[in-house]
């Protein structure tokens, strides 16, 4: 199967610092997709983005569809975006998503 | 839009017990719904797709016959752990899926907490 992989595991921000968040896949994908865990375990959708770039906020993704990556961006990033980013694919045309084994982000105030 | 609701959001059963979890889409219609299952510390795995319906497709190594799941309508699909075991307590979480482009774009219910004792 596909190989999601996601780096770093863990990141340690000061408020209002920056950061990038990368996926790598190993395979062509049809879907791409980021999530954001929050502490409760709701996941919430963030970016769906196959390829290309988008912004929402403070937050922008771009995914390199030819070379197998994506990145996520946090940019002024607040308490709130504490949590767990997973990076998930779609590659076999059967919809169904597989999960990378996420990022954990910690923004400390 | 495009919101998931799961209920109940955690139960605790005793061994030997049934529990379901509904799944629904609120303001969109979903032909193919997933059930997930997290451990803590750890991603998502799938252990199923639903389509309204249709007998849902397990992925390999969920047994078919303790987790059921039924999606009788466009908007919800349950999943029913049957004679439940200290071992599937766990986090499960659904998501709801619509068309964009070729591909389908998941959405996910708040999960459910189990614990089984």
């Known amino acids: 199967g596909i190989q999601v992989e996601q780096s770093p595991p863990d990141l340690i921000l000061q408020e209002g610092a920056n950061s990038t968040l990368r996926c790598n896949f190993s395979?062509?994908?049809?879907?791409l997709q980021w999530f954001h865990q929050n502490p409760w375990g709701q996941l919430i959708n963030l970016f769906y983005?196959?390829?290309g770039t988008k912004q929402n906020g403070r937050l922008s993704a771009t995914t390199v569809a030819t070379e197998r990556y994506s990145l996520l961006y946090i940019s002024s990033s607040q308490t709130t975006d504490s949590g767990v980013y997973f990076c998930?694919?779609?590659?076999?045309?059967?919809?169904?998503?597989?999960f990378g084994a996420g990022t954990t982000v910690t923004v400390r105030a | 839009g495009a919101v998931v609701s799961q209920h109940p959001s955690w139960v605790i059963c005793k061994s030997g017990t049934s529990v379901k979890i509904e799944c629904r889409s609120l303001?969109?219609?979903?032909?193919?719904m997933f059930w997930y299952r997290q451990f803590p510390k750890q991603s998502l795995m799938l252990m199923a797709t639903?389509?309204?319906?249709?007998?849902?497709?397990?992925e390999q190594g969920v047994e078919k016959d303790k987790f059921l799941i039924n999606h009788a309508s466009l908007t919800l699909s349950t999943l029913t752990v049957t004679s439940a075991h200290p071992e599937d307590s766990s986090f499960y979480i659904c998501?709801?899926?619509?068309?964009?482009?070729?591909?389908?774009?998941?959405?996910f219910g708040p999960g459910t907490r189990l614990t089984v004792t």
């Open positions: 998930a694919v779609e590659y076999r045309n059967d919809y169904k998503l597989s």
């Open positions: 303001d969109f219609q979903a032909t193919t």
């Open positions: 395979d062509s994908v049809n879907n």
């Open positions: 639903s389509n309204e319906g249709s007998k849902a497709t397990y």
């Open positions: 983005i196959p390829s």
């Open positions: 998501s709801a899926s619509r068309p964009s482009g070729r591909a389908l774009e998941q959405y």
